[in-house]
């Protein structure tokens, strides 16, 4: 394990140590996990960006999409817990 040092401020630090104190940790511990919350974080979002890129390449390749009315159907009757048929992307002049 590797050791690194961060610096903080003093008002930070007393920060860390209270929170950390009434929720049972050390301040070492606390600051690693939020580290780690930090980091699984950024690799979700930056997941969902590599998705949402893919995806919207796909829609400017093909040119086609799903139209808001259908889009907004499919999830109302979703929402009240129906089993609605997928809308199918079509191109825009349909």
């Known amino acids: 394990m590797l050791t690194t ?6 008002q930070l ?3 860390i140590a209270s ?11 606390f600051m690693l996990d939020a580290i780690a ?10 997941e969902f960006s590599a998705t949402a890129d ?6 400017l390749q ?11 159907a499919y999830l109302t009757a979703r929402s009240r817990g129906e089993r609605p048929r997928r809308p199918a992307a079509r191109s825009p002049r349909h």
């Open 62 to 72: 093909s040119g086609k999409t799903v139209p808001w009315e259908d889009a907004k």
């Open 5 to 10: 040092t961060i610096r903080l401020d003093n």
């Open 19 to 29: 929170v950390a104190a009434r929720s049972g940790k050390s301040a070492h511990a």
């Open 37 to 46: 919350q930090t980091v699984d974080q950024c690799e979700v979002d930056l």
């Open 54 to 59: 893919q995806r919207w390449t796909k829609v």
């Open 13 to 15: 630090k007393e920060r």
